[in-house]
């Protein structure tokens, strides 16, 4: 496989219908690639949960996914609220979603840490009232 | 088991068919797609009361194999239709969670 492949995708702030699209096309264009199915569930999931982040929290975003011969890198940046306490975030089961989020299954506060159990490095650079951006690779 | 032995289980209704040959892993319960998305297993079969778009989102990143929605609930069509495309099966049943992933069990292990 040659390296240097890269994806882009516009989020939708608040589509929750469509949200989960990107993360799709991604994990079949992997697929594609003939990349193993564990690689691929594991960016899928990492993905997913940022795009919904994405739409629960900040009105939408731009994710970029990056192929490289040794490793998937994903950029997700958005100019939402920022994150007040990172630590806090981190921390499974503290949510701040809405009452109508929870109630379509979501918001159970398992976003960031799944992003972070199933990938191999990530970075959460966020300004509060300007926006977050988070790197995440999966090594091939 | 095949998912086709899911198929044919008495007391489900077919809304999609899916890979009637694909093998299944495990049999997952959950209604919250948060904790699905990293706890359901790859070509499992998930009982859930959740039926919405996302929970298909759910299923096809994670690999589910079928969806057996419990307590009557059920999909509006073009979901349907979407999860037909992905090759997961969805059945509903008017059975409580527990009572149906039972019988999953009970088809599996006789």
């Not at chain 2, 509903?92 to 006789?110: Q, R, Y």
Request: glycine content about 10%.
């Amino acid at each position: 496989m040659s390296g240097g492949l890269t994806f882009r995708y516009t989020i939708d702030g608040d589509d929750f219908t469509r949200a989960g699209e990107a993360s799709s096309s991604v994990k079949n264009k992997l697929k594609m690639l003939g990349l193993s199915a564990d690689v691929t569930r594991r960016v899928a999931i990492a993905m997913y949960e940022g795009e919904i982040n994405m739409v629960i929290h900040a009105d939408g975003g731009v994710i970029t996914v990056a192929v490289s011969d040794s490793e998937i890198t994903m950029v997700l940046a958005d100019t939402g609220p920022g994150i007040p306490d990172v630590e806090k975030a981190m921390r499974e089961g503290y949510s701040t979603a809405r009452e109508e989020v929870r109630s379509l299954g979501f918001g159970a506060g398992m976003g960031l840490p799944n992003m972070k159990r199933y990938t191999d490095e990530m970075q959460i650079d966020t300004v509060v009232g300007k926006g977050t951006t988070i790197t995440m690779k999966v090594r091939l | 088991m095949k998912v086709r032995t899911i198929l044919e289980l008495p007391d489900c209704r077919v809304l999609a068919s899916g890979c009637p040959e694909r093998e299944i892993t495990r049999i997952f319960c959950c209604d919250l797609l948060s904790i699905a998305m990293s706890k359901a297993p790859a070509g499992g079969v998930w009982v859930t009361v959740m039926g919405n778009r996302n929970t298909l989102a759910v299923a096809s990143l994670t690999d589910t194999a079928c969806i057996i929605l419990a307590e009557g609930v059920t999909l509006d069509e073009g979901t349907a239709a979407k999860a037909e495309e992905e090759g997961i099966a969805v059945l509903t049943t008017g059975l409580p969670v527990f009572d149906m992933a039972l019988k999953i069990h009970e088809a599996w292990e006789p």
